[in-house]
């Protein structure tokens, strides 16, 4: 498959290596100081686009990749305010798009049984639900796209939340972090540590004891590789899929 990569960072850097371990070429790279080469001409010759760049660079690339009618695999989070339009705009032109907060298999499997959880716990409501998740200082977008698909998972299955709230936690011992979530609300708690790759937690807390369900990135791998296969998957197929249709839960 001829891959062409949007974004040419810490995830495009490691999607490249493992595009290639996989006997894919990578005919094009697009990144900041090369943004004029990002036309319908070069595209013509990538299979798909691997998109991982910025939250304000996503919603121009996505259109670019659709005027070119390249299909497209975005892992790029921040934007998602205006996935309903990108929806709509994929689907009347017959463009191929799929989207993740995470390819990564682990977290698709920590999204499957997070919700499975939440049903289970919303017949215990004394338990309090609570997001927590750790990246790296350089990330951009808080809280973490893939902490939101948590919290939206609980929130479809429990009664006593209406909406998330966010604190970006400082973890200066002087700092006030107090947050004014209220009762209803599910909150998510965001720290930000040097080269932490992405920890996600829920939190479930009652009077006389806790349930944490964790998982761990111990590097960019899993992300990398998940969106390759998301490219393999998608290269055949037109419309807008989440990385969800990918697996077979
Ligand atoms: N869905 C998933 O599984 C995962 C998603 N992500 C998300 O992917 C995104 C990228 O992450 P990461 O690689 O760590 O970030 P980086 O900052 O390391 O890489 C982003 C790259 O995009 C470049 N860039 C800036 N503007 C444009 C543009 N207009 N077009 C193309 N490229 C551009 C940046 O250049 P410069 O630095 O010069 O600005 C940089 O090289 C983030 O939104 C992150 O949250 C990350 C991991 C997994
Ligand atoms: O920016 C990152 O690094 C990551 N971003 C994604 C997110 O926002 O959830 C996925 C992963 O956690 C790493």
């Given at each position: ?68 009618d ?20 994929c689907e009347a032109g017959n463009h ?142 037109k419309g ?10």
């Amino acid at each position: 498959m001829k891959i062409a990569l949007s974004g040419y960072g810490k995830m495009g850097k490691i999607i490249e290596q493992i595009a290639l371990s996989r006997k894919h070429e990578i005919v094009l790279i697009i990144d900041k100081d090369n943004l004029h080469e990002f036309t319908a001409e070069n595209l013509k010759n990538a299979d798909v686009v691997i998109e991982f760049s910025t939250p304000t660079s996503v919603l121009t690339n996505i259109r670019s990749c659709f005027a070119a009618d390249v299909p497209i695999v975005v892992g790029t989070t921040g934007w998602y305010d205006e996935l309903s339009n990108i929806k709509a705009e994929c689907e009347a032109g017959n463009h191929a798009l799929m989207y993740g907060t995470n390819f990564s298999v682990g977290v698709n499997i920590f999204f499957h049984i997070n919700r499975l959880l939440a049903k289970v716990m919303n017949n215990y409501p004394y338990y309090e639900a609570q997001v927590e998740e750790i990246h790296h200082t350089k990330k951009l977008d808080s809280p973490s796209g893939t902490a939101i698909t948590i919290a939206e998972g609980i929130l479809e299955n429990v009664d006593n939340k209406r909406g998330w709230k966010n604190v970006l936690v400082s973890d200066s011992p002087n700092a006030d972090n107090e947050t004014d979530a209220q009762a209803e609300e599910l909150l998510i708690e965001s720290h930000r540590i040097d080269s932490v790759p992405g920890t996600h937690t829920v939190l479930y807390d009652s009077d006389v004891d806790s349930i944490e369900f964790k998982h761990t990135a111990h590097n960019r791998n899993g992300f990398a590789l998940g969106a390759v296969l998301a490219a393999e998957w998608l290269q055949h197929r037109k419309g807008c899929f989440p990385v969800t249709d990918m697996f077979n839960f």
